[in-house]
């Protein structure tokens, strides 16, 4: 029966090996017999280029200086020219895996059919016969085409049928390129040297941490020797060293054996040491190099290639150089600035992040830094976080920076930062009944909109979002930069979820009369867009990290960008400009908001700025901005259930700790400390810049919003003044005022008002008070 049933196996080898023959040379013999049916239809299509698909290669992320950040890969592969390999291995690899391949046309007949013929009989092992140009061919359908873990099985199954068609294929790919060095360079740049490690050049840098043109013998030979099985003679793996070393040797022997090298030559490389130096290639954001403090830029790189197209996936194929927008010297200045001020080792800043974003003006709108004083990474017990906590929206809110948007609201509405607007001690709200806004210290009555600005009472900045509308002030915080608030309203505040709307009409739909106070959830990046949107003329335009993208060829990829917008008028954005300055003077013995920090860091430079506290003291900003660079700085607590901030020092507090009189922290103290920290160094040495000149249109407001003080005048001239000047008129009386009947005796609102409005007037009703 043993007899027998290897007769039979010999049999069906054979017959094997004639119906491969056959289909190998089909079509160029049609009609054979010999070739059924099946092997026509695995043969079918089996043509070069069918290998056409381009190899996975790593991506590379740079700074803008050219310097490495981050590796992107699917497969760690980096391809090189044969001129680039050593020709050690090149000699390498030909002695053990096809002597003959200099002289066969892609197949090697004589080790295919007897190869068949061996397995057939299975009293071996099973051979493989196969030459350097089927191995490719089998490499190329497992790690380039096969996308699924079935077509992956089906790519090296140890079926005739496979093989047919392996063999056809290597034929047609030998005859289409008609070059030995171009087979053997494709083979050398593909095939696995190890657990993600693919080509010669990759290999090279894994075990000897040196390019593949720099290979010594004995380094090489051992390389060759991995491509039978990675697994079982990786140097790597202390128990694996011994069999390592055979299989480098076996190599050398076979090279010796074909004259490649001399005996001599074999043995010195045989008596040699592995020579091993392993490094690694990092992949992804989370284990590059730096990752710590760079992990949340090359996060917001990876997010935004997703969004203009380019999957991660695309990416960590594609053997990409995307050169991105990073300032290794801003950065390192904001990473700085950020611990420096919020110590990640305290533990009793363990709950809080201190967050900067900095964005330079000009077209493109290049991010710069984007830092955090908690270090990127999976160790949450050592603070470490992969939140995305620079660009995604932080939910505690910036404070009274949004004041930035009424007031340009409200200049383009046709009020001047010189207008003077009411600052009652209560405010209660006109479009939100039972809301009633208060300020934080003690303020003149009246003052303008640009000292309004610099010294930030509430109830000024609510009255003034009323006058002008709420819907109108935050459609104008979408268009200097807030672009977040056009996305789903679930995505900004999740019990907005379900409405069917974006976040910007949710503000108007809810009747958010805080929204001027900063109370919503804001995206640091966008918040440092905002200020480079005001610094460049009022010109809006999407901030990017990426530079330029290269293939692997070295030519520039394109893709598709936002196109930029003006936002407001330049005469607009440069008077803001100019008010925005005296958040950090003090002008008159009246202090900007930011004064003392900037004080305190000497800052004598051009630059304007707006803090931000919200209520409960649970995060805090500033937006600051130079004629050339917008920075964000947040202070919040990130972690759930969060608690208030105090100072002097840092810490996690209880919230009636932080309202005590000067416990809680403002956006004057930290985060306004860590913007004046990261710019200082950065501004040392550059020329003076100054912003262009305010507009007087926008300064002293249009006479159309200018309400004409007519308190003490018969009610009749009142009239007429406020309705030649466009306004309508309400009235109402009052008993007792002691003044004669119709006289106006109380006017609301006084100063400005938009055109057209309607102006409140209480009448005397006449008689004794």
């Keep these: 029966m043993r007899v027998m049933t290897g007769l039979g196996r010999l049999v069906i080898g054979t017959l094997l090996a004639g119906a491969l023959v056959a289909g ?45 950040i981050a590796y992107v890969y699917n497969q760690n592969r980096v391809q090189r020219p044969l001129a680039g390999i050593s020709d050690y291995l090149q000699k390498a690899v030909v002695a053990v895996e096809d002597r003959r391949f200099f002289t066969h046309n892609g197949v090697d007949w004589r080790g295919t059919v007897r190869a068949l013929l061996v397995n057939a009989q299975g009293d071996q092992g099973p051979q493989g016969g196969s030459t350097l140009t089927q191995q490719y061919v089998k490499n190329y359908l497992y790690l380039v085409q096969a996308k699924t873990e079935a077509e992956k099985a089906d790519a090296i199954a140890a079926t005739p049928i496979r093989k047919l068609r392996e063999a056809r294929m290597a034929l047609a790919l030998e005859a289409q390129l008609n070059s030995k060095d171009a087979i053997l360079e494709r083979y050398l740049n593909l095939v696995a040297f190890g657990p993600s490690t693919y080509g010669a050049e990759a290999a090279s840098k894994r075990y000897f941490g040196v390019d593949a043109d720099q290979l010594t013998l004995p380094q090489a030979a051992l390389l060759a020797g991995m491509v039978n099985n990675p697994n079982k003679f990786n140097p790597l793996n202390p ?51 730096n990752s710590e403090t760079d992990g949340f830029f090359c996060t917001y790189v990876t997010d935004y290639l997703a969004g203009v197209g380019l999957d991660y996936d695309t990416v960590a194929s594609a053997g990409y150089t995307v050169k991105t927008t990073l300032d290794p010297t801003v950065m390192a200045a904001a990473k700085a600035a950020t611990t420096s001020n919020a110590d990640p080792n305290d533990p009793a800043v363990a709950r809080i992040a201190n967050v900067t974003a900095v964005v330079q003006k000009g077209e493109p709108r290049k991010v710069a830094a984007l830092a955090s004083n908690r270090p990127f990474g999976l160790n949450a017990e050592a603070g470490q976080t992969v939140q995305k906590l620079t660009t995604t929206f932080a939910p505690l809110g910036a404070g009274s920076t949004f004041k930035i948007f009424t007031a340009a609201a409200a200049l383009e509405a046709g009020w001047g930062t010189n207008n003077v607007v009411d600052v009652p001690a209560e405010y209660p709200s006109t479009i939100n009944p039972g809301s009633i806004t208060r300020n934080a210290g003690t303020f003149p009555t009246r003052m303008t909109i640009a000292q309004a600005l610099a010294t930030s009472p509430n109830t000024a900045f609510v009255n003034l979002e009323e006058s002008v509308g709420l819907g109108k002030v935050a459609e104008m915080a979408v268009r200097l930069g807030m672009k977040g608030y056009l996305l789903d309203a679930g995505e900004v505040v999740p019990s907005f979820a379900g409405t069917g709307t974006d976040y910007e ?18 995206s640091p990046l966008e918040l440092a867009n905002v200020g480079a949107t005001i610094a460049s003329d009022g010109r809006w335009c999407p901030p990017t990290p990426v530079d330029t993208i290269t293939d692997r060829d070295g030519r520039l990829v394109a893709w598709n960008s936002i196109p930029c917008e003006e936002a407001v008028p330049k005469e607009l954005a440069r008077t803001l400009a100019v008010a925005m300055e005296g958040d950090l003077e003090n002008v008159n013995g009246t202090k900007g908001t930011a004064f003392d920090a900037a004080s305190a860091a000497g800052w004598n430079f051009t630059a304007a700025g707006k803090t931000g506290t919200t209520q409960t003291y649970r995060s805090s900003a500033f937006l600051g901005f130079t004629p050339q660079t917008s920075a964000s700085v947040l202070v919040w607590d990130y972690l759930p259930q969060p608690q208030s901030i105090c100072r002097d020092p840092l810490r996690s507090c209880s919230e009636d700790e932080a309202l005590q009189a000067g416990n809680g922290m403002s956006g004057g103290s930290v985060p306004a400390q860590t913007w004046f920290s990261m710019m200082n160094p950065l501004v040392q040495g550059a020329e003076p810049q100054l912003f262009a000149p305010a507009s007087s249109t926008y300064i002293t407001g249009s006479q159309a919003t200018q309400v004409p003080n007519v308190v003490g005048r018969p009610l009749e001239d009142a009239t007429a003044e406020l309705t030649s000047r466009g306004f309508l008129v309400a009235t109402s009386s009052k008993q007792g005022t002691g003044a004669v009947a119709n006289v106006v005796v109380g006017q609301t609102p006084t100063g400005n008002a938009p055109a057209g409005s309607t102006i409140n007037l209480t009448i005397s009703a006449g008689g004794a008070n």
Excluded: H
């Design 24 to 68: 190998l040379l089909l079509p160029y013999t049609l009609g054979l017999g010999m070739a059924s049916n099946k092997v026509a239809t695995a043969v079918q299509g089996a043509e070069a280029a069918a290998l056409d698909e381009p190899v996975p290669l790593t991506t590379t992320f740079t700074d803008s200086q050219g310097t490495p």
């Design 239 to 289: 128990d694996r060293i011994e069999d390592a070393k055979k299989r480098r040797d076996t190599v050398l022997t076979l090279m010796a054996q074909q004259k490649w090298i001399s005996p001599q030559a074999a043995d010195e490389a045989k008596a040699a040491d592995l020579g091993l130096n392993p490094q690694t290639v990092p992949n992804g954001c989370v284990a590059a190099p």
């Design 505 to 522: 009409q949710q503000i108007t739909a809810q009747k958010i009369a805080s929204f001027t106070l900063g109370v919503s959830p804001v």
